[in-house]
């Protein structure tokens, strides 16, 4: 990786780093670019980036619609579907110059996000974090159970549009795994109440009905599967699925309630995370 472009032919590079809010840190070394699950931002991962800021390059970014991103370049078509956001993902390894040896670690629909980036360049990418994935939320049974019936995906999407504010509250405390006025879902409620709601109208249908299980064969890169103990949103067989699906993967369930390990149980996500990266890489 290069050092920041600063001339006028590389204007559309700063606009990327800025349109994405994308942060670097650390003191060199392999990188390790973050992906933010639905309605959360980039601050999600502050437990957790201390403890590579010594040995890693760190990337972390906001998706156009969440964060700090430039909501001024949020276009309904573009973010309408998954694929919108893995090119966010592609456009700011462009900006900043990374080829080859990224680490991706995404969480719940970024695992998602970054299997469709890995497949589109899969040379970016030395190995997937994947925690709390889901490759589709809806129940397809007998052989898949992703969670939830579509109508009550459905229902969740018309609560958002009649009461945004109500929807957030009703949320954050399923995904945080605690009751309502809990750290977490605290956390997780003022994050999804200060995104735009278009954007997180869109991002969450995309979120939600999107089905990526054809997916899994195909990404050739090892991936680390954290999958959360109990977690309403990605239950245990998922993380199974996952795990059968991705040739090479490693799984390890986390002793976790809830859906966002990495800021109610940080130290085991980066105990995982270090355990992994000092194993030999599958072939």
């Avoid at 456009?91 to 890995?118: K, R, W």
């Amino acid at each position: 990786m290069s050092d920041w472009p600063c001339n006028e032919t590389q204007e559309m590079t700063l606009n990327i780093l800025k349109r994405n809010n994308v942060q670097v840190k650390g003191e060199g070394g392999p990188v390790l670019i973050y992906g933010n699950g639905f309605g959360c931002n980039q601050t999600m991962w502050d437990r957790i980036t201390p403890a590579f800021d010594s040995t890693h390059t760190q990337v972390l970014f906001d998706y156009v619609g969440t964060g700090k991103s430039d909501l001024r370049a949020f276009d309904g078509d573009r973010y309408a579907h998954l694929d919108g956001y893995a090119q966010d993902l592609l456009d700011v390894c462009d900006a900043l110059e990374l080829t080859n040896g990224a680490t991706f670690v995404g969480h719940s629909v970024s695992c998602s996000i970054g299997q469709l980036a890995c497949l589109k360049r899969p040379a970016l990418f030395k190995q997937l974090v994947l925690l709390g994935p889901s490759p589709c939320f809806i129940n397809h049974p007998p052989h898949y159970l992703g969670g939830f019936e579509r109508e009550d995906l459905e229902g969740l999407l018309a609560l958002m549009d009649q009461n945004y504010m109500g929807w957030a509250s009703y949320l954050a405390p399923v995904i945080a795994g605690e009751a309502q006025g809990g750290v977490y879902a605290n956390e997780l409620e003022k994050s999804f109440c200060s995104t735009d709601p278009v954007a997180a109208r869109l991002f969450a249908q995309a979120t939600f009905f999107s089905d990526n299980r054809e997916d899994l064969p195909q990404v050739k890169r090892p991936c680390l599967v954290l999958q959360h103990h109990q977690d309403s949103l990605a239950p245990l067989g998922v993380g199974d699925y996952v795990h059968q699906h991705l040739a090479g993967s490693t799984l390890k369930v986390l002793d976790v309630a809830g859906h966002c390990a990495h800021m109610s149980h940080p130290l085991l996500v980066i105990e995982a995370m270090q355990d992994y990266f000092s194993r030999p890489l599958a072939n």
